[in-house]
Nanobody
Framework: QVQLVESGGGLVQPGGSLRLSCESSRSIFSIPSMGWYRQAPGKQRELVARMASGDITNYAAAVKGRFTISRDNAKNTIYLQMNSLKPEDTAVYYC?????????????WGQGTQVTVSS
C-alpha cells in the first residue's frame, strides 16, 4: 500500500502563489507517473499537471504557463508551484501516483488539500 500526503493548500488572494507538496511512502525514483488533479464543487475531477518517467510533463490548458510540477526523488515528493492564481483555480487538489505492484499498475490518491483563491 502507498500513502500519499498532500500539504500546502490554503487561502490566497487572486494573483498570489501557493506551493503544494505530495510525499509518497514509497520511492518515486522510477515511478511511471505522478501528478495533480483538482475538483471544484459541482464539477468532475480534472487533470492539472502530470509528470511521467523521464520527467515528461503535461499540463491542463487552463494552468499552462502559471503552474509548474516538479519532483525531489530524495524526498519522495512532488510539488505543484502555482502562480498568478485565479478564483477559478479554487478546488480540492489531489495528488495521484501510478505504481507497479508486480506487473499490475495501481492508482493511488492522496486525501486532498483545499485551495481557495479569493479576495
Amino acid at each position: 500500500q502507498v500513502q500519499l500526503v498532500e500539504s500546502g493548500g490554503g487561502l490566497v488572494q487572486p494573483g498570489g502563489s501557493l506551493r503544494l507538496s505530495c510525499e509518497s511512502s514509497r520511492s518515486i525514483f522510477s515511478i511511471p507517473s505522478m501528478g495533480w488533479y483538482r475538483q471544484a464543487p459541482g464539477k468532475q475531477r480534472e487533470l492539472v499537471a502530470r509528470m511521467a518517467s523521464g520527467d515528461i510533463t503535461n499540463y491542463a490548458a487552463a494552468v499552462k504557463g502559471r503552474f509548474t510540477i516538479s519532483r525531489d526523488n530524495a524526498k519522495n515528493t512532488i510539488y505543484l508551484q502555482m502562480n498568478s492564481l485565479k478564483p477559478e483555480d479554487t478546488a480540492v487538489y489531489y495528488c495521484n501516483a501510478l505504481y507497479y505492484n508486480g506487473l499490475k499498475l495501481t492508482d493511488y490518491w492522496g486525501q486532498g488539500t483545499q485551495v481557495t483563491v479569493s479576495s
